[in-house]
Nanobody, 121 residues
Framework: QVQLVESGGGLVQAGGSLRLSCAAS????????MAWYRQPPGKQRELVAT???????NYADSAKGRFTVSRDNAKNSMYLQMNSLKPEDTAAYYC???????????????WGQGTQVTVSS
């Protein structure tokens, strides 16, 4: 069993910053690509940023220049530093990871429960 737990969400004023964390725990052999998604109220879930084991990153256009994704492979953790936040960044933010439970070549997809980010104008 693998669990992903996000933390760091909250209420912030426009222009402020937040740092989200995601920690993977449980029976883990290796964590592959990790990603942050978000789901604004009444909208579909969308990709925010991805990061590979080697540290290669990719961002949605809305996040470029303001958000920075990073990870600590030794801790099976991922972070999202969000600066210059805007009201339109308000959403539930979800952590996603592709995980190998044992060394058998099979990978599984896991989601966290989400953490709410609310940006006031």
């Amino acid at each position: 069993q693998v669990q992903l737990v996000e933390s760091g969400g909250g209420l912030v004023q426009a222009g402020g910053s937040l740092r989200l964390s995601c920690a993977a725990s449980g029976t883990i052999f290796r964590v592959n690509t990790m990603a942050w998604y978000r789901q604004p109220p009444g909208k579909q879930r969308e990709l925010v940023a991805t990061i590979t084991t080697g540290g290669e990153t990719n961002y949605a256009d809305s996040a470029k220049g303001r958000f920075t994704v990073s990870r600590d492979n030794a801790k099976n953790s991922m972070y999202l530093q969000m600066n210059s936040l805007k009201p339109e960044d308000t959403a539930a933010y979800y952590c996603h990871a592709v995980v190998a439970v044992v060394d058998d070549g099979r990978w599984y997809s896991y989601w966290g429960q989400g953490t709410q980010v609310t940006v006031s104008s």
